[in-house]
T-cell receptor, first 115, second 112 residues
Framework: EPEVTQTPSHQVTQMGQEVILRCVPI?????FYWYRQILGQKVEFLVS????????KSEIFDDQFSVERPDGSNFTLKIRSTKLEDSAMYFC?????????????FGPGTRLTVT | AQSVTQLGSHVSVSEGALVLLRCNYS??????LFWYVQYPNQGLQLLLK??????LVKGINGFEAEFKKSETSFHLTKPSAHMSDAAEYFC??????????FGKGTSLLVTP
């Protein structure tokens, strides 16, 4: 069964460093998403991406964040200068349609620890 | 904004007992509602969803949920818990855009 994969599973970085989290969505999906979950809190939407541009973003997704689809398979989230409060589990998801009924398939997540 | 509230961050049931995980939503328009499950070290997996039509929705692994507009609820149930059901369960609502708005999650513990 097709699945969303994410690398690395755990990333440790120092405050102020840039990190890139990588995702490989399901191959025939067209819509891509990033969510994050700070320990003990709910899963929060960050951004959605379609046709090589951001289609929706939350207020969390400020200028420190960017997303890119560098090739036909990868989807990345970049945090330019990490802060302690960026420590969280980051989930990538993809779907084949935009409609509210379309299922979003989630990856296993990358745990980001900022020290 | 549409949001969900999950009552009970931890629920413990005995194997074979009824599972009931509560979810209430706030929405000014008919919502799309979802339940996701997360097993340890895995991603979120869709259990079931309500969009339109029948208010009792059946999902995978024997779970079902009933959309009750009058109570603004979408509680998840399973008649008989199995040890393999132990996981984190998330209720979510999807407004008109792309984002899923999740509840805080309920951790289900199943005891022998």
């Amino acid at each position: 069964e097709p699945e969303v994969t994410q690398t690395p599973s755990h990333q440790v970085t120092q405050m102020g460093q840039e990190v890139i989290l990588r995702c490989v969505p399901i191959s025939n999906h067209l819509y891509f998403y990033w969510y994050r979950q700070i320990l003990g809190q709910k899963v929060e939407f960050l951004v959605s991406f379609y046709n090589n541009e951001i289609s929706e973003k939350s207020e969390i997704f400020d200028d420190q964040f960017s997303v890119e689809r560098p090739d036909g398979s990868n989807f990345t989230l970049k945090i330019r200068s990490t802060k302690l409060e960026d420590s969280a589990m980051y989930f990538c998801a993809s779907s084949d349609g935009r409609a509210g009924t379309s299922e979003q398939y989630f990856g296993p997540g990358t745990r980001l620890t900022v020290t | 904004a549409q949001s969900v509230t999950q009552l009970g961050s931890h629920v413990s049931v005995s194997e074979g007992a009824l599972v009931l995980l509560r979810c209430n939503y706030s929405s000014s328009v008919p919502p799309y509602l979802f339940w996701y499950v997360q097993y340890p070290n895995q991603g979120l997996q869709l259990l079931l969803k309500y969009t339109t039509g029948a208010t009792l929705v059946k999902g995978i692994n024997g779970f079902e949920a009933e959309f009750k507009k009058s109570e603004t609820s979408f509680h998840l149930t399973k008649p008989s818990a199995h040890m393999s059901d132990a996981a984190e369960y998330f209720c979510a609502v999807r407004p008109s855009g792309y984002a899923l708005n999740f509840g805080k999650g309920t951790s289900l513990l199943v005891t022998p």
